[in-house]
C-alpha cells in the first residue's frame, strides 16, 4: 500500500463540522484520522460499507445519532 497523502478537499455543513468537533475532542480523533479510518473501513469491509450506504439523507444531511452509534463503536477508540 502507497503511504503517500494525498491532499484533497471536502465541503461539509458547518453545524455538522462543529458538531464532529466537539467528539473530537472528547475522543481525541481528528478528521484525518477519522476520514482515514472511514475510507479504509470503507474500501476494505463489504458489511460496513453497505450499512454506511444507508445512513445518509439524500440532501447531504446526516441524523447525528446514526451517526454517533455508526462510528463509535468501530473508528472512534
Known amino acids: 500500500m502507497n503511504m503517500k497523502p494525498t491532499a484533497t478537499t471536502v465541503k461539509i455543513p458547518q453545524d455538522l463540522y462543529a458538531e464532529f468537533k466537539v467528539l473530537g475532542v472528547r475522543r481525541r480523533m481528528t478528521l484525518q484520522s477519522f476520514v482515514e479510518r472511514a475510507v479504509y473501513l470503507f474500501v ?4 460496513w460499507r453497505n450499512n454506511f450506504n444507508g445512513k445518509f439523507y439524500p440532501s ?4 447525528l445519532d446514526i451517526f454517533e452509534k455508526t462510528f463509535s463503536g468501530s473508528l472512534i477508540q
Not at 60 to 63: A, E, M, R
Open 44 to 47: 476494505n469491509d463489504e458489511e
Open 60 to 63: 447531504g444531511s446526516i441524523n
